[in-house]
């Protein structure tokens, strides 16, 4: 068993190291003939192609009372298009080892696609069929809808969704941030197929699609895959605008009752936009207060020396709109209280005082080495080379990530903890922790 | 966690045996793999892979939590956690610190039959990590300081991966029932009676008895030649003496499953009951020539994914489910485990499931699988081993899991040829011969609705 487990699964985007091995990796701007655009690692080391690709309008475009819809689409577009209901699809798909994923957060709708090279024009026309001619038919809409609420009875029971929800919707009440993509047994039941169809109608076209391709193909032959399965989508989307916001609640603690050994707790506040100047000191700052390797502050007072949790971390988390701060963890019912104590006093001290320069050099060290590792297979890359395109940060950040690192003093790093944590928390807990009640100091 | 490896991750691969000099085999436009053995008893296997300059640096020890002495559960796996404490020579933290400083991810695990520490990172540092590891083979050193608080940490650790999911407290019911008499029965984790009794001397004493080169397997995946490792290896763990004494697996043997076996779990966490059965089957290592592999195609089409039968069954046509799926794990040293499970749909009662799962399993047996099915589930299994190769860390961690399980490195090549060769008879065969309930535990998770105490530990 592992050794550490982030406590939190659910994270929309957290920051991945992406790897200078890139010095090695050749980045393409490849152009269709049709003019999407999308960018090309080749790697003929092995024999297969890995597509990765997003459409802006995620499920911020769901509907308050029907939140969940672009999650039902995601979770129904495998189950028939065009002329092959859901078994023949299916059996498309595996006949040639095919592997197709979609996958909805706040701000996206992604894809994913694997397949052997000598399939690859049958998964880009199977994917093509699943864009532009879904079935939904009712039989498996229904079915699917099935496995979704029983999977959010579940989760009216388990403690980590509870936290994390409840987090969430404390945080931004009335936006749809606030709301999980999954949506609730309240909204599920109520979308419609109309709903879905609208839904892929506004949200897949070919303006704003993202896409990265990693495998053993050149440009002109990804040029044509790329319009084999999105040339005939829409030229434009159709979005809702999504308001800017920012965390409510900080200063907050909310209790939920339910009946397990373990307390756990989720907690957070307001982070920094992904293209802030200070985006780099706080991912650095965050990396030494409760970051992933067994190094962290919190790691150490939490686990190493007082034994009160298994695992402890937290995380920059940003979306098109908004920027947190948040971590978990989870710990026995009559030692919370003190793990909660301790995690808010590293975190006060951290805003007061800010990270040592020796703890700002190792984690530079850090983040510049642990680059490479993220990017050991191409369907990782791929989904690297989406993220960068989505946030903007151009086709040379590769090269430029380290510099980036680099330039980051310890008077940025002090100013900036004080930014990112000088605000206070909001903190949720599911379980039975003993001596701790919510509490309502809100903002 | 006994770590399942469902896709057997290896490509076809010719092997040329030879005995003192590596065994290196050539693959179509792709790597080599070769196996040493150090004069103090190390296996080292090398997965060149040369597509970034990082390397996956894995040991794996011959020991888990089967070796438990009785009365000591969870041990093996508390030992996993010790061995970060530091030894006579580097300090408690120094070998994390330097594998942090470096950029690399380092983490370890614990099963039935393995334990196993890893580090991932740049190329040029894995002598320094390899000598880490060497030297705390040996060189730990524990004081009741660290001991004490890492005891908690792992009773936290049982917490959150069994305490507070209903599901994984199934499992663990299942697997005491279904092993009558073989350690496999006792949780990995360990049961929390017997972990909070555990002590350093208990520790220290299982180190002293398990951990040394001759009971150990390095694997290395990443930009390395075999030859180069090689060298670092003797270099390294090469110096480490070969620890005397260590015990032959000879665990507990199971008799011959005689029962239908059925339990039920209440709990009042419980929203979607479930039902989780296992059958007493063989592994790769005890299985005879074939059977293994016709126990993983036949997993995969009753139940892997949309197509197979239990899900287009249950799920689709008959709609009596939530979902429904079996699998099997070849990697275990002694007996192992054929699974099926299912959510039953709002308006199907558990034993009707249960009804529904066992109909489907004896139409396979009756009537055998299609062509269709069979030719599926084998292009998939094989297609899964090709994207295996994808991914270094995925080939190092399923060369360690199978080589500390029974296998040989020519094993591990020649799988997808052998399940090439699995014929539809076969597979109905292993049907009919191991899904036999006299063989199975039947596990049902249901809602405990009795008024709930006030407190819980």
Request: no cysteine; aromatic share 8%.
């Amino acid at each position: 068993m592992s050794r550490l487990v982030a406590p939190i699964a659910l994270i929309a985007l957290v920051f991945f190291a992406v790897a200078p091995a890139a010095s090695a990796m050749q980045i393409e701007k490849i152009v269709s003939p049709s003019g999407i655009h999308a960018w090309l690692v080749r790697e003929h080391a092995t024999p297969l192609v890995a597509l990765n690709y997003a459409f802006h309008g995620g499920s911020s475009q769901d509907a308050p009372d029907k939140s969940g819809t672009a999650n039902l689409v995601a979770d129904t577009l495998d189950e028939g298009a065009g002329d092959l209901d859901s078994k023949a699809y299916h059996e498309r798909l595996e006949n040639h080892a095919i592997e197709l994923g979609f996958n909805v957060g706040r701000d996206y709708f992604r894809g994913t696609l694997r397949t052997l090279n000598e399939h690859r024009e049958e998964a880009f026309d199977l994917l093509r069929l699943a864009l532009t001619k879904p079935r939904f038919d009712a039989e498996a809409i229904e079915r699917v809808r099935g496995q979704e609420l029983a999977s959010l009875r579940r989760e009216t029971t388990n403690p980590n969704d509870l936290a994390y929800r409840s987090w969430w919707a404390t945080a931004f009440p009335n936006h749809p941030y606030g709301r999980e993509t999954k949506g609730t047994l309240e909204t599920v039941p109520n979308i419609t197929v109309a709903d879905m169809r609208d839904y892929v109608r506004r949200v897949f076209a070919r303006n704003e699609l993202t896409i990265s391709i990693v495998g053993d193909i050149d440009a002109k032959a990804a040029g044509e895959l790329i319009d084999r399965a999105f040339g005939s989508l829409p030229a434009k989307n159709d979005l809702k605008p999504v308001p800017q916001v920012s965390a409510r609640g900080i200063g907050r603690r909310i209790v939920i009752n339910v009946d397990v050994p373990q307390a756990v707790v989720t907690f957070g506040g307001n982070g920094i936009e992904r293209n802030d100047p200070d985006f780099m000191a706080a991912y650095i700052v965050n990396h030494i207060l409760g970051g992933g390797s067994f190094s962290s502050r919190l790691y150490r007072e939490v686990r190493e020396k007082r034994g009160l949790a298994y695992g402890v971390s937290d995380s920059l988390v940003w979306f098109r709109r908004a920027a947190v701060v948040l971590g978990g963890t989870a710990t026995r019912a009559d030692r919370t209280a003190d793990a909660l104590a301790i995690i808010e006093s590293e975190t006060k001290r951290m805003a007061e005082e800010g990270p040592t320069a020796d703890e700002l050099a190792a984690a530079k060290s850090y983040l510049k080495g642990s680059y490479a590792l993220s990017l050991d297979s191409s369907a990782k890359i791929a989904g690297q080379l989406t993220q960068i395109q989505l946030d903007k940060l151009g086709i040379d950040y590769i090269q430029r990530r380290g510099a980036m690192i680099d330039a980051v003093t310890v008077a940025d790093a002090k100013r900036v903890a004080k930014r990112l944590y000088g605000g206070g928390m909001l903190v949720t807990v599911a379980g039975r922790p003993k001596g701790l009640a919510s509490s309502d100091k809100a903002d | 966690m006994p770590v399942r490896n469902r896709a057997f991750a290896v490509a076809a691969l010719l092997i040329a045996a030879a005995a003192a000099q590596p065994t290196l085999a050539a693959e179509s436009g792709g790597a080599k793999v070769a196996d040493y053995k150090l004069d103090n008893g190390l296996e080292l296997v090398v997965i060149p892979d040369h597509r970034t300059p990082v390397v996956t640096h894995m040991i794996w020890y011959k020991v888990g939590s089967a070796d438990e002495t009785p009365g000591k559960s969870g041990l093996a796996h508390f030992l996993e956690h010790l061995m970060f404490k530091g030894t006579a020579k580097n300090p408690a933290g120094l070998f994390s610190q330097v594998v942090a400083r470096i950029g690399g991810h380092e983490n370890a695990f614990t099963s039935t039959d393995y334990t196993a520490y890893f580090q991932r990172v740049p190329r040029d540092d894995l002598k320094q990590v390899m000598g880490f590891e060497a030297d705390r083979m040996t060189g730990l050193q524990l004081t009741d300081a660290v001991v004490l608080p890492e005891r908690e940490v792992i009773l936290e650790e049982q917490n959150q991966r069994v305490g507070n999911n209903p599901r994984a407290r199934l499992g663990e019911q299942i697997d005491a029932a279904l092993f009558l008499n073989h350690p496999y029965g006792r949780p990995v984790i360990g049961w929390r009676h017997e972990m909070e009794g555990l002590t350093r001397d208990d520790a220290i004493g299982f180190y002293r008895r398990f951990y040394g080169p001759n009971n150990a397997v390095v694997v290395i995946a990443g930009d390395v030649e075999p030859a180069a490792a090689l060298k670092l290896a003797e270099e390294t763990y090469g110096k480490v003496a070969r620890r005397n004494g260590i015990p032959p697996r000879a665990r507990p043997q199971e008799p011959p499953p005689v029962a239908v076996r059925s339990l039920t779990l209440a709990d009042p966490r419980v929203e979607m009951p479930m039902m989780q059965r296992a059958y007493l089957v063989p592994s790769f290592r005890t299985a005879k020539p074939g059977q293994s592999e016709a126990l993983e195609v036949l997993a995969h089409i009753l139940g892997s994914g949309s197509n197979s039968r239990l899900y287009r069954t249950l799920v689709v046509d008959k709609n009596v489910a939530v979902s429904a799926g079996a699998w099997y794990d070849s990697t275990a040293f002694d007996m192992s485990k054929f699974g099926v499970y299912g959510v039953p749909g709002p308006n199907t009662t558990l034993p009707e499931f249960e009804a529904a799962t066992d109909a489907v399993i004896a139409d396979l047996v009756a009537k055998g699988v299609t062509p269709e099915e069979l030719e599926r589930a084998k292009t998939k299994l094989i297609a899964d081993a090709v994207y295996a190769h994808d991914n270094q860390a995925t080939m190092a961690r399923w060369y360690g899991s199978a080589l500390t399980t029974g296998w040989t490195v020519e094993d591990v090549q020649r799988w997808p040829d052998r399940i090439r060769k699995v014929t539809a008879a076969e597979v109905q065969d292993a049907a009919r011969h191991w899904l036999d309930k006299r063989r199975s535990v039947t596990g049902f998770l249901i809602k405990d609705k009795r008024p709930q105490a006030e407190k819980r530990s």
